[in-house]
């Protein structure tokens, strides 16, 4: 059974920072290309960032590019979203992805991926 699940949301303000966790089980970060993406309300979930399979390669969306990095701690089986400089703009649910098998699509897109997180709140205010 796979499973994803998504932690370190909160409430910050503008120019803070937050560190977005993603627990997984039933896959290994070294097989599977994972990623972060986000939703706002009425918008189209979107790419945040994505990493490739043993985390030799990096993607991100252009409007996070220098803010936010994405890692892994395969010991600890957890993907990470470092988000710093939040803006207000930054404000969605994030969600946790990864791919069904050994996978590197580069820019995150929804469609290459296959398992799901419920998602974790992140609200910036100015």
């Known amino acids: 059974q796979v499973q994803l699940v998504e932690s370190g949301g909160g409430s910050v303000q503008s120019g803070g920072s937050l560190r977005l966790a993603c627990e997984y089980s039933?896959?290994?970060?070294?097989?599977?290309?994972m990623a972060w993406f986000r939703q706002a309300p009425g918008n189209e979930r979107g790419g945040v960032a994505s990493i490739s399979p043993g985390g030799g390669l990096t993607s991100y969306a252009d409007s996070v590019r220098g803010r936010f990095t994405i890692s892994t701690d395969n010991a600890k089986n957890t993907v990470y979203l470092q988000m710093n400089s939040l803006k207000p703009e930054d404000s969605a649910m994030y969600y946790c992805?990864?791919?069904?098998?050994?996978?590197?699509?580069?820019?995150?897109?929804?469609?290459?991926?296959?398992?799901w997180g419920q998602g974790t709140q992140v609200t910036v205010s100015s």
């Open positions: 039933g896959l290994t970060s070294n097989s599977n290309s």
């Open positions: 992805a990864a791919t069904k098998g050994y996978s590197w699509y580069g820019v995150p897109q929804a469609t290459h991926y296959y398992y």
